[in-house]
């Protein structure tokens, strides 16, 4: 078979590096966003059948072979995943492509002597190691294999600038000799310093890290373009790599904190505060009865989604609740804090996939100033993203996060499992307002006797 | 390709990078950001470079199993992401507000 000559595999792949950038420009609004994702698909399959026509490759059949093993593992999971079960997904992938990128940089190690080149496959073996490691600890948390919260131990950064000193020195040496042996140990350090820097990172804070760590692969991919010459993964990589860290700092920024806040907070002790003690002071709790006659003689109901609805799989029921009160001519809304789920952003996908319109999603910017107008708010499953505590107590951890101005509305009731605080582990001052009622149990459970006590009123 | 031409498409990658994502609303950070993992899933292509050219054995093993990872990243992030924003199709309101109404309205009648 004749090869494809220089100029027409330049030609396609820029063809791809095009088609990447229309992409990340089509996932910036909701009309053109699936025919952007569309868009890059097709500039990676370009790519992929441009690297067959155009390079030498033996061993076709064994690598035709993997693409189908990797194909037909991730096609199906992708396709099957339950929505809330999304992010540690997307940490997942995020992973793996790390990973194929450190795999890439340390089989190229034996096929140059150049320094600069040597250079890039450290930096592409250590970065994406960390990503590997990072989302394997990230994907752990938020699939509940292990604790939520930020675990740290005294020395922990003492072991990090070691770990960071010694994978230092590691890639010195195999840049100056270009030793398998280092480039493996460098490896081995690069996964455990992906380790430690995710072990502290809180659970609220682990959506901004798979960000960062998306960024992180996308800076490793970039490196190793260099390191193969090939400028499509140049490219593509610094695309990723540039808008990843930019989205991670508008994460951030939506939850009121710093990047650097987020990966260092828990070296200093700072996002560790809080307490999981349950207080003994009075609450006013009712019946689904009692909810359903406040919600179903008011005006304007807002309704403030969290992820205790996303967990309990409710937001079918919370969109037929819309629904029901809608059908006596009750003005209803969702209030969507930027970060509510487990992703910035991940509520709307919930509750879309519940066929709730596009429409009736309020941003906080738009909503907060309407729960004055509102009889009623009912949260459901949220709890930090209400808290004044991040507007009254500059000591707690959520301090300087914007909130929901619920306390702004006549009423408000909560849909709560337990008074157990929520993710962040802070008390929540609006639970013994006297506006407050609540209303204990599963939050689908509870929306489903709300549902029916409001349909028989 | 010599160094200052690579250093050149770094850079303005870099600037079209920042360009591309700067205004987007906090609604499409998810999409955009898995949209932007399955894009550097792109790495299959250096993996199936260093799987073709592999001699030995155990550097045949080691590029495929990156060829199966990338893999991997690249279709599972653009199915996924593809998921996600099927389920924004909105513009759904009209219809179901006057199912609804509709459905009222016969209830009414007998």
């Known amino acids: 078979m004749t090869l494809l000559n220089p100029t027409w595999t330049a030609l396609l792949y820029l063809a791809a590096a095009a088609c990447f950038i229309l992409a990340l420009k089509g996932l910036n609004s909701p009309r053109t966003a699936r025919r952007g994702n569309l868009i890059g698909a097709l500039g990676a399959l370009l790519a992929v059948v441009t690297v067959f026509v155009s390079v030498k490759l033996d061993n076709v059949p064994w690598i035709l072979g993997a693409v189908a093993v990797g194909a037909g593992v991730a096609a199906p999971v992708a396709r099957r995943v339950q929505m809330t079960q999304m992010p540690q997904l997307v940490a997942m992938f995020n992973g793996v492509g790390g990973g194929a990128a450190a795999l890439v940089a340390l089989l190229e190690l034996s096929h140059t002597g150049d320094p600069w080149v040597r250079l890039a496959i450290v930096f592409t073996l250590l970065v994406g190691a960390v990503s590997f490691a990072g989302s394997g600890v990230t994907f752990a948390k938020l699939q509940g294999l292990m604790t939520t919260r930020p675990v740290t131990f005294p020395g922990l950064p003492v072991l990090m600038a070691l770990v960071l000193l010694a994978a230092v020195g590691a890639g010195v040496a195999v840049i100056l000799n270009g030793s398998l042996v280092l480039a493996l140990i460098l490896l081995v350090l690069g996964l455990t310093a992906g380790v430690l820097l995710v072990l502290p990172v809180g659970g609220a804070d682990v959506p901004i890290v798979i960000s960062l760590l998306n960024a992180f692969t996308g800076l490793a991919v970039a490196a190793s373009g260099l390191v193969l010459g090939n400028v499509l993964l140049l490219v593509a990589g610094t695309l990723v790599g540039a808008s990843g860290t930019i989205l991670t700092r508008a994460m951030a920024a939506a939850m009121g904190r710093s990047v650097a806040g987020i990966m260092f907070g828990a070296f200093k002790g700072g996002s560790t505060a809080g307490s999981t003690a349950v207080s003994e002071r009075p609450v006013r709790s009712s019946s689904a009865e009692d909810v359903a006659v406040l919600l179903g003689y008011a005006q304007r109901v807002i309704i403030v989604p969290g992820y205790g609805l996303a967990v309990a799989q409710g937001q079918h029921t919370a969109a037929e609740l819309a629904l029901a009160l809608e059908s006596r001519g009750i003005e209803v809304d969702f209030a969507i804090h930027p970060v509510a789920g487990r992703m910035p952003g991940h509520m709307n996908v919930l509750l879309a996939e519940a066929n709730v319109p596009y429409e009736s999603l309020k941003e906080m910017s738009d909503i907060n100033s309407e729960f004055k107008t509102a009889d009623v708010a009912l949260v459901v499953g949220a709890n930090d993203v209400v808290n004044p505590a991040a507007k009254t ?16 509305a006549r009423q408000v009731v909560f849909l709560k499992r337990s ?28 929306l489903t006797k709300v549902l029916g006590a409001v349909k028989a009123l | 390709m010599d160094g200052m031409s690579l250093l050149t498409i770094t850079v303005l990658a870099v600037f079209v990078g920042f360009e591309v994502v700067s205004k987007v609303s906090s609604t499409l950070h998810t999409p955009l950001m898995s949209g932007a993992n399955a894009i550097h899933g792109i790495i299959l292509v250096g993996a199936i470079i260093v799987a073709g050219q592999a001699t030995d054995l155990w550097v045949l093993v080691v590029a495929l199993l990156a060829v199966v990872l990338a893999t991997a990243n690249l279709v599972g992030g653009f199915v996924v992401t593809d998921r ?20 009222a309205v016969e209830e009414r009648r007998p």
């Not at chain 1, 013994?432 to 149990?441: A, D, I, K, R, S």
């Open chain 2, 84 to 103: 996600m924003l099927e389920m924004f199709r909105g513009r759904q309101r009209p219809p179901s507000k006057t199912e609804a109404a509709a459905g």
């Open chain 1, 393 to 408: 107590t500059s000591g707690s951890p959520i301090y300087g996060m914007p909130i929901l101005e619920v306390s702004d």
């Open chain 1, 419 to 446: 008074m157990r605080p929520g993710f962040a582990g802070i008390e929540n001052e609006l639970l013994y307002e006297p506006q407050t009622t609540l209303l204990f149990g599963d939050a689908k459970d509870s």
